[in-house]
């Protein structure tokens, strides 16, 4: 959990509110008094909130607390969904068949939930003025305007020209 977390004897309030493990109110007491009352139940006594007036302390076991919590997380995070991005280079003297080609595969990519990232390179003189570029992108959007959505306008950075795709809501 967090290294921050007040336990036991390094909580030093005049006085706390203290809350059982089962929800049970103690009241506003010393916090000599919230520790005793957690040591006579083999508990640990915890800072909840420092900022509230009075401070509030709860009575219960702290490293069953740490290991729910860190279980918690674990959980939620199997239920993220990992988002791929598959990336396609394109140059601006491609070829209309090898667009064909790359947009074959760009749309298996699609079908299968992934995201499809278009990169043009830019060489030489192309870079000063990159809308060689962004007509090969424009070409790659049509074609893939009934199975996909643009994410964005194309963009242009350093040397590439990209475009994202995402898949259709169905």
């Known amino acids: 959990m967090s290294k921050d977390v007040l336990l036991n ?6 006085e706390v509110r203290c809350v059982g493990d089962g ?7 010393s916090s000599s008094e919230a520790l005793k009352i957690a040591h006579s139940r083999g508990l640990d006594l915890v800072l909840i909130s420092a900022s509230a007036k009075p401070p509030v ?9 740490c290991y729910q919590s860190e279980k918690k997380q674990k959980e939620a995070k199997k239920k993220q969904k990992q988002i791929e991005i598959k990336e396609i280079k394109l140059s601006t003297q491609i070829a209309q068949n090898d667009i064909n080609y790359k947009v074959k595969h760009a ?13 043009v390179v830019l060489k030489g003189r192309e870079n000063n003025d990159p809308k060689a570029g962004l007509a090969v992108l424009q070409k790659v959007g049509e074609m893939m305007s009934d199975i996909a959505n643009a994410d964005k306008e194309p ?6 020209v990209m475009w994202l795709f995402v898949p259709q809501k169905k």
């Open 107 to 119: 749309r298996e990519f699609i079908e299968a939930g992934k995201h499809v990232k278009f990169k």
């Open 155 to 160: 963009k242009t950075e350093g040397r590439f």
């Open 57 to 65: 302390c709860k009575v219960m076991d702290y490293g069953k607390f």
């Open 9 to 14: 004897e390094a909580i030093h309030f005049k």
């Open 23 to 29: 929800g049970e109110q103690f009241g506003i007491i």
